[in-house]
T-cell receptor, first 118, second 116 residues
Framework: AQKVTQAQTEISVVEKEDVTLDCVYETRDTTYYLFWYKQPPSGELVFLIRRNSFDEQNEISGRYSWNFQKSTSSFNFTITASQVVDSAVYFCALSEALNAGNNRKLIWGLGTSLAVNP | EAGVVQSPRYKIIEKKQPVAFWCNPISGHNTLYWYLQNLGQGPELLIRYENEEAVDDSQLPKDRFSAERLKGVDSTLKIQPAELGDSAVYLC??????????????FGEGSRLTVL
């Protein structure tokens, strides 16, 4: 079963629209980390945010905001007033421990391709 | 501060030929990762180094893939011989500390391999 699900494969919006990218995860770990990365056409993955499982506080950074809800196992990402430069593939990822040690793996979703049109 | 540097950016080879990719991580980053990314997919971990030690190579196809990180700084990923299915982008990333996948990863721009 897929552990990180990004149900939206592609989203297309017009500039200045708000857009929410969904991420649903599955884990049995009590301590885990969730990430969002952005991959623009240049190909370099860029870190956006990390959340640990004990911190459900939502976060806002400029036009970006994240809504973490353990009750629904979701970690959604909203871009307010989208801009053309926001066009990229966005990946949600889950870091969970495989065993009692610290050998964590990062499990990636398939990504959501966002196109912001002028 | 310089980011993660990878070379070459693009490589086209015939199948059965060898190929090597090089990565220089951010200075001071103990942990280095090699990922493979196919089109339309998320990255898949091939190997993770903590300093010069390969601590997770469970996903590395060891019959044809090899990697090294001598002196715990830059790293080389080699494929010999390459197969058609190896066509992908090979991403290198580094992170501070040795916890592995608990903090921010810094990625290079990747090396795009095409096997003909």
């Amino acid at each position: 079963a897929q552990k990180v699900t990004q149900a939206q494969t592609e989203i297309s919006v017009v500039e200045k629209e708000d857009v929410t990218l969904d991420c649903v995860y599955e884990t049995r770990d009590t301590t885990y980390y969730l990430f969002w990365y952005k991959q623009p056409p240049s190909g370099e993955l860029v870190f956006l945010i990390r959340r640990n499982s004990f911190d459900e506080q939502n976060e806002i950074s400029g036009r970006y905001s994240w809504n973490f809800q353990k009750s629904t196992s979701s970690f959604n990402f909203t871009i307010t007033a989208s801009q053309v430069v926001d066009s990229a593939v966005y990946f949600c990822a889950l870091s969970e421990a495989l065993n009692a040690g610290n050998n964590r793996k990062l499990i990636w979703g398939l990504g959501t391709s966002l196109a912001v049109n002028p | 501060e310089a980011g993660v540097v990878q070379s070459p950016r693009y490589k086209i080879i015939e199948k059965k030929q060898p190929v090597a990719f090089w990565c220089n991580p951010i200075s001071g980053h103990n942990t280095l990762y090699w990922y493979l990314q196919n089109l339309g997919q998320g990255p898949e971990l091939l190997i993770r180094y903590e300093n010069e030690e390969a601590v997770d190579d469970s996903q590395l196809p060891k019959d044809r893939f090899s990697a090294e990180r001598l002196k715990g700084v830059d790293s080389t990923l080699k494929i010999q011989p390459a197969e058609l299915g190896d066509s992908a982008v090979y991403l290198c990333a580094s992170s501070l500390g040795v916890a592995g996948h608990t903090g921010e990863l810094f990625f290079g721009e990747g090396s795009r391999l095409t096997v003909l």
